[in-house]
């Protein structure tokens, strides 16, 4: 695996070795001394043209938790802003010694253009390109998962004695994805990658948020949410934010009123009632409290929006580790590497 870019492009081994290898960082991140010494050394460039928070900083956290040099690169007040093409914002970057390159574009493609171009020659990490792909978040969101219902299914807020061993995936397991469909990256990653990972996935929106060529996903689509948590009765449930920035670009118009689609689409306390006890709720953030959510489901039991949050550093920490240090071994992560990340 050269880069990151798409999660249909992973194979079941791979994309349970990047699983494999998060709960390892996990496991780390739980020590006294939570720093790795394995990339010290190496330079990862942020290259952001959105804005972000949660990914960039958890980005910028994963790389300094393994000793590399984070530089963060924001198109706002860079040369880009004075018409730099991305081809020569990454010939600078491959000039100043880069080692790898985590970009968010507003663009579908660009990460893929930049990783194939032959502008840089190190590997490239999908951040979240327009509406096509965020395959880190897919992969925190599949880990969050696994934990959850990687094993034995206890009561939603408690985790299994044993918690998913190294090599599982979640065949079986059914995923609902609710919401703003046709925006939404986090969708596209989620449906291949949990695909891959055996579960089966139903997506659940107004049908103007469902794209065009939806039936080539390997996924079921209806728009009756009551329906879907009623009748096939969903393992977790995942709502997406309504982007309503996107809308707004494209002139709105895709649904009558928050309020009609709150009251469809959104999930509420009623609707938590619907729920298997083992279900569990995420949301790839940030929220829209009373839109998609009610502040009852997103702060319940049966909530794990935070601890997506948590997951994603040790997920992006296995990306940066497997693609920089080239080690396939997750369990090579051992004790001995807390010693010398203690004289770092």
Known sequence: MK??????????????????????????????????????????????????????????????????????????????????????????LSAMGADAVVIRHQASGAPHLLAHSGWINVPVINAG?????????????????????????????????????LGGDLRGRKIAIVGDVLHSRVARSNVFLLHTLGAEVTLVAPPTLIPVGVETWPCAVSYNFDEVLSDWKPDAVMMLRVQRERMSASGGGFFPSPLEYSRLYGLDARRLDFLEDHA????????????????????????????????????????????LAGDTTPTSLNASDNTKAGNA
Request: aromatic share 4%; proline share 4%.
């Open 3 to 92: 880069h990151l870019l798409n999660t249909a492009d992973l194979s079941l081994e791979e994309a349970v070795l990047l699983l494999d290898t998060t709960a390892q960082m996990a496991a780390t991140q739980g020590r006294e001394i939570k720093k790795l010494p394995t990339l010290r050394g190496r330079t990862v460039v942020n290259l952001f043209f959105e804005d972000s928070t949660r990914t960039r900083i958890s980005f910028e956290t994963a790389a300094k938790r393994l000793s590399a040099d984070v530089i963060n690169f924001s198109a706002k007040g860079s040369s880009v802003s004075k018409g730099e093409s991305l081809k020569d914002t990454a010939l600078t």
């Open 129 to 165: 390109d327009g509406t096509h792909q965020h395959p880190t978040q897919a992969l925190l969101d599949a880990f969050t998962l696994r934990r959850h219902l990687g094993g034995e299914l206890v009561p939603a807020g408690e985790l299994p004695a044993v918690m998913n061993g």
């Open 280 to 323: 569990i709720v995420l949301h790839p953030g940030p929220m829209n409290r009373g839109l998609e959510i009610s502040a009852q489901a997103a702060d319940s039991k049966r909530s794990v929006i935070v601890e997506q949050v948590a997951n994603g550093v040790a997920t992006r920490m296995a990306v940066l580790y497997l693609l």
